[in-house]
């Protein structure tokens, strides 16, 4: 159990064992008084047990009511008239109703009973009213006024053990100066009640209301406690118990300063509110990015916010921005279409008879009934207030405000709601920035993606066999080419290659790339020839292609048992060819319409297929357009021609020795500056050795 627990119920305990003691004590003296018999109770152990009982009230309550944190003043209030207040309308009732009882039971004990109830109940009541003061002083506390309570809380403690002493200190002017000094110090600690400006309106009325009531409280059990002090029957009184009287006075002082102060602040109280509710508008305006919420949300926070701030009778925003797309939010407060239509007409003529340009411009009119511009509309207001809502790049919209008294707008409403606009704003062109940088963050993520995916659609080895030599380059310009080339192995001796360009780059490239590489390993295992191929990859893709896409295409198959090679090609660059038997270099002319581009039958008319018997040490280059029209920084063309060239200088090399010299002559030429993907393809036909 913790530490703080066990005091509570340890002086809980004291507290209930002193208070039953110290009534059995009276209760002997009583006895002793009208008997003339010796007992066991004695005066001393009166002041011993109310002691004890007072400290071990005040220590409970010490240790149960923590410093306050939150502005919620009106709970602790509750709790201490219904918990400790309630106890002085007990006593009330007990006293209403202590004449008849002691006419008809005539006990001589029953005051001195009465009394010590009393007594328990404002013990506690005081003790409760003393840290729950301690709660409301310490609200936003600082060292000093730490310091000063504390020192506060122990002098009066101090004076607790005057009782204990046994002397009248009535009768010692430094005693009685001690505790003139020690009641001036607890008036002085009732003028702390900052805790008041924190109260609402509504709150303030409720607490008001408890004051009043725990007011009160204080009054009839000081009343009750002097009431009886001079009866002869009393055994015991505590009217001069010093901490009784000063925690008393300090507990009247402090109610009594709360309550004036909470009425006489009641007509600032809904300034201040209203300050806070801007402050608060203000906040949620610049929350609105963290906390996700839209552009429509924010012109509603100002929207509530301005006729709030403003205090308008009716009010309209209108939204929107030249070029953007989207339905503009509509608010509206009480402002009918023919209102409206009035107040923008007046609006259009005052600002020709000003010089002043409505949209860029604070418009403001006390007195619209008396404007010419406004003369005639027959209005029911009198005050318009036109806020513009623009940066130095956008014109979001105007809002407008109205209200039905003369000079309704002073310089602090149009500061405020000039204030919510630019406040509005600046937000909007943060959330904007913030989306576009979200935007921008998940086009890049998607690019990796798509890069990964085209990565993956290209093969990084062609199968090895000892009739040919294959060595690939592929560069893309950007995050996402669009050029992809592929093979398949048709049989032992067969094999197909494709090589593509699709249109466009990034996203949309890739997801084409995956499309032609599916209808490439599917229309290849019905063993096409290349213009067969052709024709139904043309129709697979208008199906699925867009109107403004197309794929440029190249289709070969190798057979090498019969060394030959059949290709048809659908717009795709010219096939570069080195015959190592007439040594001489040059293109296939064969003709092709790119994929996507016709999209009926007469397609297949635009598709040819060209055979060529291969012998060994021929050269096969397979390109895109991204080779030949590699610009350098002239804006000259690297050209047919000098690829051509490129190959008739080094077809003696290996297929991998051939590409890198054609690439690096590609890349001098450039500058190495890409401009377009590019993707070469070195084919070197060999004499086929016999397998092992």
Known sequence: MPQKDRIKRLSFFTASVSWVLLLVNVLLLAYQRHTGEETLGQDYLSNL?????????????????????????????????????????????????????????????????????????????????????????????????????????????????????????????????????????????????????????????????????????????????????????????????????????????????????????????????????????????????????????????????????????????ETGEEGRSGIPPAHNEGAEQALMDHIKSGLTRAHKERGTLHQDSIFLEGDLRHNPAFVGADLPFYSLLVMPLVSTKRKYGHLYLLREVEQGFDQDTIDVVQSFTNQTVLTIENLRLVQESLQNERYKEELKIASLVQDRLIPKTFPTDTWFEISTYSQAAKEVGGDFYDFLQLSESRIAIIIGDVSGKGISAAFHMAQMKGIFHGLMQQDLLPDEFMVQANSALSRCLERTSFITSALYIIDYKMQGVSFARAGHCHTLYYNSMMEDTFYFQTEGLGLGIMRDASYAKRIHRLHYDYNPGDVMVIYTDGIVEARSEDQDEYGEDRLKYMLSQTYHLEAEDIKSAIINDVTDFTNDTLHDDQTLLVIKFKQRQPNN
Request: hydrophobic content about 50%.
């Open 49 to 317: 047990f109310s002691v004890v009982f007072i400290l071990s009230v005040f220590t409970f309550q010490r240790f149960r009511l923590e410093p306050h944190a939150t502005a919620g003043f009106t709970k602790p209030l509750w709790h201490l008239f219904v918990k400790g207040g309630l106890g002085a309308y007990v006593c009330l009732l007990l006293n209403v109703g202590y004449p008849n009882l002691n006419l008809y039971w005539a006990n001589p004990y029953l005051l001195d009973i009465f009394y010590q109830i009393l007594f328990g109940f404002l013990v506690y009541f005081l003790g409760k009213a003393f840290y729950t003061w301690r709660q409301f002083i310490l609200y936003q506390k600082t060292k000093d006024l730490q310091t000063q309570w504390k020192w506060f809380e122990i002098l009066l403690y101090v004076s607790l053990l005057v009782p204990l002493l046994n002397v009248e200190y009535m009768k010692f002017i430094f005693l009685m100066l001690d505790l003139a000094l020690l009641l001036a110090y607890s008036v002085y600690m009732s003028v702390h009640l900052r805790w008041v400006a924190f109260l609402s309106l509504d709150r303030k009325w409720g607490s008001i209301f408890l004051l009043t009531a725990i007011l009160a409280s204080v009054v009839l059990f000081g009343n009750f406690l002097f009431q009886y002090s001079d009866s002869p029957e009393l055994v015991i009184d505590y009217t001069d118990n010093p901490f009784i009287l000063l925690t008393l006075a300090f507990v009247f002082t402090y109610t009594l300063s709360s309550f004036l102060v909470a009425v006489f602040s009641l007509p600032t109280s809904k300034v201040f509110e209203q300050k806070n509710a801007d402050l608060r508008n203000f906040q949620r305006l610049s929350q609105t990015i963290q906390q996700g919420q839209s552009e429509e949300e924010v012109y509603s926070i100002l929207f509530d916010s301005a006729i709030k701030a403003s205090g308008a009778d009716s009010a309209w925003l």
